[in-house]
């Protein structure tokens, strides 16, 4: 029982003595996180009233049909091609002032965390210092 009793009493004397040397500090680092949402979007943007597209698929379309309908007429394409720009000009829908577009926006919800990172001990052996890093 005695020697039970010393030995106990070695251990937790040498345990105590190597304790006050070696300290050891747990690291953390800062994670930000981002998790993705989707907003929708609409604003007013203004529209051009240019009827210029509307014009030239007539001419040319007139141009096609002058061509075909008047074979031995000199510039019969070139007349139905100035008539059809006229009447695609004047029937164009096209019209200026201001239009509603909307679309999705992608944001960002934003969380930081604090994590663990790695471990260090730091001990001394015959009177040097010592620093080892390590992952639990």
Do not use: W
Not at 31 to 53: A, E, H, L, R
Not at 78 to 90: M, N, P, S, T, Y
């Amino acid at each position: 029982m005695r020697f039970f009793i010393l030995v106990s009493a070695f251990v937790l004397i040498s345990t105590s003595a190597y304790a006050d040397l070696a300290v050891v500090k747990d690291h953390f680092k800062t994670v930000i996180n981002q998790t993705p949402y989707y907003t929708k979007v609409c604003k007013d943007v203004p529209v051009s009233g240019d009827k210029t597209g509307d014009a030239l698929t007539g001419a040319i379309i007139g141009g096609i049909i002058g061509n075909n309908v008047t074979k031995n007429v000199d510039n019969g394409g070139a007349v139905g091609a100035l008539l059809g720009g006229i009447i695609g000009h004047k029937n164009s829908k096209a019209t200026g002032g201001v239009k509603r577009e909307c679309y999705n926006e992608q944001h960002f919800k934003e969380s930081v965390d604090r994590v663990y990172d790695y471990s260090t001990v730091t001990f001394v052996h015959e009177g040097r210092s010592y620093t080892l890093s390590f992952t639990k």
